[in-house]
T-cell receptor, first 111, second 117 residues
Framework: GDSVTQMEGPVTLSEEAFLTINCTYTATGYPSLFWYVQYPGEGLQLLLKATKADDKGSNKGFEATYRKETTSFHLEKGSVQVSDSAVYFCALIHAGNMLTFGGGTRLMVKP | GAVVSQHPSRVICKSGTSVKIECRSLDFQATTMFWYRQFPKKSLMLMATSNEGSKATYEQGVEKDKFLINHASLTLSTLTVTSAHPEDSSFYIC?????????????FGPGTRLTVL
């Protein structure tokens, strides 16, 4: 079945550092790919998405490119801020509109 | 963007009582709604999928008689935890989708933290 694998956290960075959170997936066909962010004590928010190969999703300085050849959707940001501290979930939608989530990666940004 | 609300945000109840959680899509019609459960420091687990006017589809291992889901309208779904026990304490999150296509985005509510004493 479908699955999503994320790098385990926590990831601890200093402010203005470069961020990469790896995400790879297993699915047949062409799923849609998402990154969700969960701030402390809150629900999930859609951060960005890509619906076909080579698409790049971007929002709030974050980017991720749908790489079919490597089945990856790595999240990147050039300069993180303390306010980016949160848990980030990679996810895919395939058949039946069911979201499959990765395990989540906690990001901690220190001033 | 699309807004989904949940009520209450926090609830504490005694063991054996029932708790109802509401999920509303505020600015769009949600053809499909989903209920997730999140354990501490874990990812989300899909509990069930519901389409307006029809019975919910539960994931394997989720007791449908314990977690009652009603999707009475295109803007409201409710999850009722019946005869709650301490092991039901968790963070429950709903999401709503305007369609049924596999590319439709799910919009998440802020979650409800349930504590059963």
């Amino acid at each position: 079945g479908d699955s999503v694998t994320q790098m385990e956290g926590p990831v601890t960075l200093s402010e203005e550092a470069f961020l990469t959170i790896n995400c790879t997936y297993t699915a047949t066909g062409y799923p849609s790919l998402f990154w969700y962010v969960q701030y402390p004590g809150e629900g999930l928010q859609l951060l960005l998405k890509a619906t076909k190969a080579d698409d790049k999703g971007s929002n709030k300085g974050f980017e991720a490119t749908y790489r079919k050849e490597t089945t990856s959707f790595h999240l990147e940001k050039g300069s993180v801020q303390v306010s980016d501290s949160a848990v980030y979930f990679c996810a895919l939608i395939h058949a039946g509109n069911m979201l499959t989530f990765g395990g989540g990666t906690r990001l901690m940004v220190k001033p | 963007g699309a807004v989904v609300s949940q009520h209450p945000s926090r609830v504490i109840c005694k063991s054996g009582t029932s708790v109802k959680i509401e999920c509303r899509s505020l600015d769009f019609q949600a053809t499909t709604m989903f209920w997730y459960r999140q354990f501490p420091k874990k990812s989300l687990m899909l509990m069930a999928t519901s389409n307006e006017g029809s019975k919910a589809t539960y994931e394997q291992g989720v007791e449908k008689d314990k977690f009652l889901i009603n999707h009475a309208s295109l803007t409201l779904s409710t999850l009722t935890v019946t005869s709650a026990h301490p092991e039901d304490s968790s963070f429950y999150i709903c999401s709503a989708s305007p369609g049924t296509a596999s590319t439709d985005t799910q919009y998440f509510g802020p979650g409800t933290r349930l504590t059963v004493l």
